[in-house]
T-cell receptor, first 114, second 114 residues
């Protein structure tokens, strides 16, 4: 069965510093990979996704993630964070096991400090 | 504006009462989903529907029921059989059942059992 691991439940970082949120997955079949962001008391919004092609994918607000098949990872990075990036970030995989299904990680709460 | 509307945003319920959460979408999406979110546990799938008049149990369907009589609507009933119903409930939709694309989320309904 598929699984997604986000080892860091909370990541505090100072404004303008770089950040990496880690995501590892396991699956016996090919997967599609996603990062979603959730602001307080709101639903999730897609940040970026990897389906195929270039292993480096970018979002419009400066985040990027790299698919590493050998390490089964899809870590999310940003070179310089802003206060407004404070949110919870969820990694997810989609795979086919009779039907397509999303599996979400447990989330990483990013807190950007002034 | 197209999107998913969940109501109510906040709901309080006494033990032993059933409660229904509304989810409406005007995105013309075929598939709809209900997730439950608890702190530190990520999102867990309750029920999903890929087409009108059809729905499937997810990972934690016990104590919940759904219906899909219209394409736009996918209400969730939290029954008195659900032993720990206090949670944040998220409704989502997707344009197809092949999950290579985005899940669109509503803003959620927070249910508190008193």
């Amino acid at each position: 069965a598929q699984s997604v691991t986000q080892l860091d439940s909370q990541v505090p970082v100072f404004e303008e510093a770089p950040v990496e949120l880690r995501c590892n997955y396991s699956s016996s079949v090919s997967v599609y990979l996603f990062w979603y962001v959730q602001y307080p008391n709101q639903g999730l919004q897609l940040l970026l996704k990897y389906l195929s092609g270039s292993t480096l994918v970018e979002s419009i607000n400066g985040f990027e993630a790299e698919f590493n098949k050998s390490q089964t990872s899809f870590h999310l990075r940003k070179p310089s964070v802003h206060i407004s990036d404070t949110a919870e970030y969820f990694c997810a995989v989609s795979a086919y096991r009779g039907t397509y299904k999303y599996i979400f990680g447990t989330g990483t709460r990013l807190k950007v400090l002034a | 504006d197209g999107g998913i509307t969940q109501s109510p945003k906040y709901l309080f319920r006494k033990e032993g009462q059933n409660v229904t959460l509304s989810c409406e979408q005007n995105l013309n999406h075929d598939a709809m989903y209900w997730y439950r979110q608890d702190p530190g546990q990520g999102l867990r799938l309750i029920y999903y529907s890929q087409i009108v008049n059809d729905f499937q149990k997810g990972d934690i369907a016990e104590g919940y029921s759904v219906s899909r009589e219209k394409k736009e609507s996918f209400p969730l009933t939290v029954t008195s059989a659900q032993k720990n119903p206090t949670a944040f409930y998220l409704c989502a939709s997707s344009s197809g059942t092949v999950l290579t694309g985005e899940l669109f989320f509503g803003e959620g309904s927070r249910l508190t059992v008193l």
